[in-house]
Antibody, heavy 124, light 108 residues
C-alpha cells in the first residue's frame, strides 16, 4: 500500500525558515514525480510545486506565490521528499500535503496518493 | 493566471443526484481529476482522467466531459458524501497544475 508521511511543520516567525519532509513507502519512489499542495485555514487547495524524477530530469515547477522562496528536493536513497521554505510570510500559513504526481500515464499533474499533511503557522 | 471555475456550494437531499461542474478553457486539452475532502481529512481521488474511477470508489461517482466543462455526478447521494469537492487540471501548456475553488456539497 502506498503511503506518505509528512513531518516538520510548526510555528515560525515571519521571515523565518522551515523544512518539511515527506517519507514514502509502498511504491518505487525514485521513479515517481512528487508534489506539494497546501491549504490555508478554511480555504481551498493550492499547488506549491512539482518535482520530477531524476530519470525525467529532476526539474521543479513552482507556483508563483512561492517561487524564489521555496525549494523542493528529494533523496531517493531515503525515499524522502523535502520542502525548504525560506522568507516565510503570514500568508504561507497552511496545511502542507505531499502527494504523488502522474502515477497514471498521461496525467502529468494528477495527484494520486496523498499524505495526511503537516501544519505550518507563520506568526509573530 | 489560468483558473478553473466551480460553484461554491450545492445542496441535495439523500437519494438525489448531485452534479458539480468545473469549467476552464484548457479542459479540452488537459485531463481533470476530482478530489473529495471531508472535514479534517486529506483529499481523496474520486475520478481521474476525466471519467475513470479508482478502485474502492463507489459506482455512484462518475465523471463526464464536454468541451470546456467537466462534471462530477454523484447518483443516489448518501449522507457520507457530504464533503468539499475539487476539480484539478493543468494550464493549456501543461506547465502548472491548477485547482478549482471547490464545491461544498451539503446533504440535507
Amino acid at each position: 500500500e502506498e503511503k506518505l508521511l509528512e513531518s516538520g511543520g510548526g510555528l515560525v516567525k515571519p521571515g523565518g525558515s522551515l523544512r518539511l519532509s515527506c517519507v514514502a513507502s509502498g511504491f518505487t519512489f525514485r521513479s515517481t514525480w512528487m508534489g506539494w499542495v497546501r491549504q490555508a485555514p478554511g480555504k481551498g487547495l493550492e499547488w506549491v510545486g512539482r518535482l520530477k524524477s531524476e530519470h525525467d530530469g529532476g526539474t521543479v515547477d513552482y507556483a508563483a506565490p512561492v517561487k524564489g522562496r521555496f525549494i523542493m528536493s528529494r533523496d531517493d536513497s531515503k525515499n524522502t521528499l523535502y520542502l525548504q521554505m525560506d522568507s516565510l510570510k503570514t500568508e504561507d500559513t497552511a496545511t502542507y500535503y505531499c502527494a504523488t504526481v502522474g502515477l497514471v500515464e498521461g496525467t502529468e499533474w494528477g495527484l494520486d496518493v496523498w499524505g495526511q499533511g503537516t501544519t505550518v503557522t507563520v506568526s509573530s | 493566471s489560468y483558473e478553473l471555475t466551480q460553484p461554491p456550494s450545492l445542496s441535495v437531499s439523500p437519494g438525489q443526484t448531485a452534479r458539480i461542474t468545473c469549467s476552464g478553457e484548457a479542459l479540452p486539452k488537459q485531463y481533470v481529476y476530482w478530489y473529495q475532502q471531508k472535514a479534517g481529512q486529506a483529499p481523496l481521488v474520486v475520478i481521474y482522467k476525466d471519467t475513470e474511477r479508482p478502485s474502492g470508489i463507489p459506482e455512484r461517482f462518475s465523471g463526464s466531459s464536454s468541451g470546456t466543462m467537466v462534471t462530477l455526478t454523484i447518483s443516489g447521494v448518501q449522507a457520507e458524501d457530504e464533503a468539499d469537492y475539487y476539480c484539478q487540471s493543468a494550464d493549456i501548456d501543461g506547465t502548472m497544475g491548477v485547482f478549482g475553488g471547490g464545491t461544498k456539497l451539503a446533504v440535507l
